[in-house]
């Protein structure tokens, strides 16, 4: 049976939880928006997904850099600091005593409109800000098995038509290619670009190993990933040859090992893309990977802690 490789284990502390919004903590219940608000009218909005680890949102200066960056590029005031944010987090961490296996949503729409109308001039008051944190690891069985990925006819824009840079809320394209693949029994969609190479998946970004060298998109079609990122800058650390490049599902299905990066699942080994399946799962490079991403993630936590005076 397919299954989404943000699935979890239900975890009963989750029906406790106290939800930030607009500087209130309020219980799960009680945490609502408007239906006026710009994100449930149309999809107005910028959001980042954070890992916690050890009681620290890990790489938390990139995904607010993104979140600065996508609101800046909407026009979209956020109203708060990149200082008042990080205190709101953590503020949001400590009134659920969350420490670790955390996975927080944090969420920004244009705010209020006085009707439901795409015009930005339509609304009325400030910013919506939503820090949603949930106690939520991935599934080991998951990622001990392995991800099913199907490729979908479904492409990644490019930048003058829905710029894949921008992590909107607007996400009705990596909506459709989950759906294909789901209806096709996989667990991801793996996207082409507009020339047919190969960009990324749905809700992940998607690397293959051939002959001891790990290979990714170009990048032009797909988010800025920030695990992504890291996974390039620990290979390079570690003297692993890595490429951006343009390549074919030709050279997919004739990898040696395929994995997906994400910030909730961190580095997840593919066992299949279309049919194809991959000798061993995990690879030796991909766990070679994951230790190395675990290290950093580790590594990052630690460096905020003695930042913070903790």
Known sequence: MAQSIHDFHDDPRNADIRIW?????????????????????????????????????????????????????????????????????RETLAANN????????????RGIKRTPYQ???????????????????????????????FTVHVRRGAPDVQDPKLNSHSKINCITACIQA??????EALMLDPHGFVATCNSTHFFIVRKGEVW???????LGGITRANVLQVCREAGIPVFEKNFSLTQVYSADEAFCTGTYAGVAPVRSVDGRAFDTVPGPMVQRLQALYADLVRSDAAAARAGSGA
């Not at 990714?216 to 797909?222: I, K, L, P």
Request: with cysteine.
């Open 21 to 89: 919004i607009n500087g209130r903590l309020l219980p799960r219940a009680e945490a609502v928006v408007s239906v006026f608000d710009s994100g449930f009218v149309l999809g107005d909005g910028v959001w980042e997904g954070l890992r916690v680890v050890d009681g620290e949102p890990v790489f938390l200066a990139a995904h607010l850099d993104r979140l600065f960056e996508g609101a800046r590029a909407l026009a979209l005031d956020i109203g708060l600091s990149r200082a008042q944010l990080a205190a709101a987090l």
């Open 98 to 109: 969350m420490h670790d296996g955390v996975h927080v949503r944090l969420m920004v729409t």
């Open 182 to 187: 789901t209806e096709a029994g996989a667990d």
């Open 216 to 222: 990714t998109s170009s990048g032009d079609y797909c």
């Open 119 to 149: 015009d930005p001039r339509a609304c009325i008051g400030n910013a919506t800000v939503v820090i949603l944190p949930e106690f939520k690891r991935p599934k080991p069985e998951l990622l001990a098995q392995g991800l099913k990925l």
